[in-house]
């Protein structure tokens, strides 16, 4: 079954307060958020991203305000990351900026003032001073990496691993692997039909497209 696939932006829904007064406490591990676009596979991820690129992570910081002024409730992250070096571009892709930043998961904050990270099923939080083979792309004219497709990197492998549940199945296919041989993996991943052939047009134009499609 697809993932829901939804108009949303990524992770911006992260910096919206529910409506009322925010929870003591944040759940442990909420179901996979809706994305612009579908992240599961690897046919998903050279159909609808543009890069595959070794990056690093440089700095993070507060973004946008507390969502509860009682003192508790979501804070916002921005991560700016490095790439490395590039492992895998989609034919005609733009190349991604040699450094970039995007929203990424926060943390919670107590009444207390602590911080506490937010971490989701099925995905992998950016550490400062990590890094990571991951999935890179652009979602209105922002560069982000996905949240499913981050695999950390020790000692050349891509050992990957989410912080809690299950991971995804492009995200399960690299895990273990040395990053050359990930990346071979990833190359020799054909696009859908309908999205090479529509190679200039946006992603969630050339998913819209790869549905419509059948998804051949």
Known sequence: MRPRL??????????????????EEP???GP????AFSQETLRDWV???DELSTIKVVRERRAGPLTDPDGAGVVGRRVTVKVKRTRWRRP??????????FIDWGWWQHKDGSLEPLRQCGETRLAVGAKYLAIVGRHRKRWFAATTGRLIVRDRIAAGGVDVGRPSEAHAALMGVPVP??????AATPQYRAAAAHADWGPVARMRAAAADGWQ
Do not use: I
């Open 27 to 29: 759940p442990t591990c």
């Open 92 to 101: 005609g892709a733009p190349e991604a900026p040699r450094r970039f930043s």
């Open 181 to 186: 041989d990930a990346a071979a993996v990833v």
């Open 6 to 23: 939804a108009a949303l932006a990524l992770l911006l829904a992260l910096a919206a307060a529910p409506a009322g007064r925010a929870q």
């Open 47 to 49: 159909s609808f991203f």
């Open 32 to 35: 996979m958020g809706d994305y």
